[in-house]
T-cell receptor
């Protein structure tokens, strides 16, 4: 079965640079979530989108922005990168289209290292 | 704020034994409780979930129980195998009207199954 696709899988950036992470949800899933996971930590919710509109917002820094496009893929844009932004970034997808009980399915993640 | 506590943080069992991981949530409005398995370098994998209208759910060697009054839910793995070794996360969410809302994760349990 098709899964969530994330790109790139690995990314190395310098401080103060920008990064763009991409997420392609499972086909027919219309909701996308972004999570950040630090080393040895649990995933922390950043932001979510449904039908291209922001549906919820968590502990996402103002330096980060995200959007969902008409084909339901999503991009997380990170500017003025800091050392503390080094983490695994996961995208998850789900569906609201009458599919009650559809949980969140996670992608393989993007490992971001800020030097 | 919303909080999910998870115990134990590490668990070592012999192959064939059972493993139990427990979680407690703080927000009484939470009604959806998934469990994720995360292997090293991979994204969290949804292994089982339960909603607040049922008390127990089973899928082969995995079962989850929910006590809404105590705000407590548990994962039970029977006949453990070495491939069950991973970090397990519980999570809680308020899920009304379709796709789940943001997941609040527990701190994770590192399960090691000794051959």
């Amino acid at each position: 079965a098709a899964g969530v696709i994330q790109s790139p899988r690995h990314l190395i950036k310098e401080k103060r640079e920008t990064a763009t992470l991409k997420c392609y949800p499972i086909p027919r899933h219309d909701t996308v979530y972004w999570y950040q996971q630090g080393p040895g930590q649990d995933p922390q919710f950043l932001i979510s989108f449904y039908e291209k509109m922001q549906s919820d917002k968590g502990s996402i820094p103002d330096r980060f922005s995200a959007q969902q496009f008409s084909d339901y893929h999503s991009e997380l844009n990170m500017s003025s990168l800091e050392l503390g932004d080094s983490a695994l970034y996961f995208c998850a997808s789900s569906s609201r289209r009458g599919l009650a009980g559809v949980g969140q399915y996670f992608g393989p993640g993007t490992r971001l290292l800020v030097l | 704020g919303e909080n999910v506590e998870q115990h134990p943080s590490t668990l070592s069992v012999q192959e064939g034994d059972s493993a139990v991981i427990k979680c407690t949530y703080s927000d009484s409005a939470s009604n959806y409780f998934p469990w994720y398995k995360q292997e090293l370098g991979k994204g969290p994998q949804l292994i089982i979930d339960i909603r607040s209208n049922v008390g127990e759910k089973k899928d082969q060697r995995i079962a989850v129980t929910l006590n809404k009054t105590a705000k407590h839910f548990s994962l039970h793995i029977t006949e453990t195998q070495p491939e069950d070794s991973a970090v397990y996360f519980c999570a809680a969410s308020k899920d009304y009207g379709g796709a789940t809302n943001k997941l609040i994760f527990g701190t994770g349990t590192l399960l090691a199954v000794q051959p």
